[in-house]
């Protein structure tokens, strides 16, 4: 069992800032690919930012320059740092597990937070 428990979602102006932030929790040992994705009303989930375990980050290209992921391996924990916040980037922000690994139960797949609420408006 994997828990996720996302945080920092709220109201910014155009051009601000907010720090998003995720921590991964359960019975495990190791944690592989953990990425952040959004929905936005009306719009299909994307991939906005993804880090692995080696630190490797990845963007869409759409946030490239503006947004930053960032990972702590010892806690399990992913932030994203997201600046020049526009309208645009208003959605529902998850975070995401690509699988974790444990002595016992080997690897498991595909674990996924309850969203926070990313808001950009004046």
């Known amino acids: 069992q994997v828990q996720l428990v996302e945080s920092g979602g709220g109201l910014v102006q155009p051009g601000g800032s907010l720090r998003l932030s995720c921590a991964a929790s359960g019975s495990f040992f190791s944690v592989t690919a953990m990425n952040w994705y959004r929905q936005a009303p009306g719009k299909q989930r994307e991939l906005v930012a993804g880090i692995t375990s080696d630190k490797r980050a990845n963007y869409a290209d759409s946030v490239k320059g503006r947004f930053t992921i960032s990972r702590d391996n010892d806690n399990h924990t992913i932030w994203l740092q997201m600046n020049s916040l526009t309208p645009e980037d208003t959605a529902v922000y998850y975070c995401?597990?690509?699988?974790?690994?444990?002595?016992?139960?080997?690897?498991?797949?595909?674990?996924w937070g309850q969203g926070t609420q990313v808001t950009v408006s004046s």
């Open positions: 995401h597990v690509e699988s974790v690994w444990s002595p016992r139960r080997g690897y498991e797949y595909d674990y």
